[in-house]
C-alpha cells in the first residue's frame, strides 16, 4: 500500500524556563513526521534549533518536500541525498526506521548493527543561573549519579562550577559552555575544572574558531558539540577535542548518526549521546546507540512539565529502552 507522511509541529511547556548562553527558553517546540502504509503507523521527532538556522515553519515545510519520495518507497539511506543535516531529515529519517521496524517486526538495533539497548545513566542539565541558584539546584539532585552544569561566560562561570560542586560532591559533572568562552578563558578555567574533579567539558570555544585547542594543554577532555554535526567534520576535530557529542538532530536522524558513532569510536575519540530539549519520541532513538556512549544525556523529557504518552521509563537517572508503542 502507498505510504504516506504527515507533519505536525507540537509545543511542549517547561517545567521552569531552562537559560544556556544563547538564551532563555520555556517550552520545546518540535516537530513530528509520521509515516503509514496502512498495516504500520511510525513516527520521528525533530527539534528545530536557532543556533543552525532551523525554525520550525522551515522545518515543517523541508520535511513535506520529501512526501513524494516517501510514498515512492524510499529508504533511510536514500533520503541523505533529499534533505541536509538537520532537525526536519531527523524526523522523517527516524519515522522511516520505526517502519522498517514495525514491518520486519525486528527491533532496530538489531538492524543498524548494534548491540541490545539497556537502561542507561543519564546526565541532568542545571539550567544557567547564578552561582547560588545552581548551588541550590545542585543540592536538590546531588542523589543523581551525573550532573551537567550550563556555563555562560563572564566573570563567576568558575564560581558556578564550585557551587554546583559543593552543591552535589559526590556526582559527576559535565560542563558545558556552550561557545562562550575564549581561548584565554580556556587557558584560565581548564585546570581549575580539573581540580573540582569535571570529567567532560563540552565546545568551550566558538564552533569554527576552535582551532587554539590544538596548542593549549587539555587538563579535562574536552567534547565537540557545535563543532561536530557529521562524519566529514571529524578529520576537522583531530588534535583538537577528545570526545564528540553526538545529536540526532545535529547529524540529521539515526543513519548518520550511528555512522558518526562508529567512525568516532574507531578513531578513539570518546562518545556522548546527547539530545535537544524533547519528548520522548525524539530520545528513543538516541538510546539504540547507547551502549556505544561513554556518556549519555538523554534528559529532555525530565525537564518538561509533562511528557508524551507512552513516554520513556525513568528512575531517578536511569533512563529504559523504548518499548515499540512508542518507538521503534
Known sequence: MTRRLTIRRESWPLAKPFTISRGTKTHAEVVVAEITDGANHARGEGVPYVRYGETVDGVVAQAE??????????????????????????????????????????????????????????????????????????????FRPLLKLKLGGGSEDLERVRAVRAGAPKSRLIVDANEAWSPEDFAALAPALAELGVALLEQPLPAGKDEALAHLP?????????????????????????????????????????????????RGLRVMIGCMV???????????????ADFVDLDGPLLLARDRQPGLRYEGSTVFPPKPNLWG
Open 65 to 142: 518536500s520529501v512526501a513524494d519520495a516517501i510514498a515512492a518507497g524510499i529508504e533511510p539511506r536514500d533520503l541523505q541525498a533529499l534533505l541536509p543535516p538537520g532537525a526536519a531529515r531527523n524526523a522523517v529519517d527516524c519515522a522511516l526506521w520505526d517502519l522498517r521496524a514495525k514491518s520486519e517486526l525486528t527491533p532496530i538495533w538489531r538492524l543498524i548493527g548494534f548491540d541490545a539497548p539497556h537502561p542507561v545513566v543519564t546526565a541532568y542539565t542545571l539550567s544557567l543561573d547564578s552561582p547560588a541558584a545552581m548551588a541550590e539546584t545542585a543540592a536538590e539532585n546531588a
Open 218 to 266: 587539555r587538563p579535562v577532555p574536552v567534547c565537540a558539540d557545535e563543532s561536530c554535526h557529521v562524519v566529514a567534520d571529524l578529520d576537522r576535530l583531530a588534535g583538537r577535542y577528545d570526545a564528540v557529542n553526538v545529536k540526532l538532530d545535529k547529524a540529521g536522524g539515526l543513519t548518520e548518526a550511528a555512522a558518526l558513532v562508529k567512525e568516532a569510536k574507531g
Open 278 to 292: 524533547g519528548t520522548s519520541l525524539a530520545m528513543a532513538p538516541a538510546l539504540v546507540l547507547a551502549s556505544e
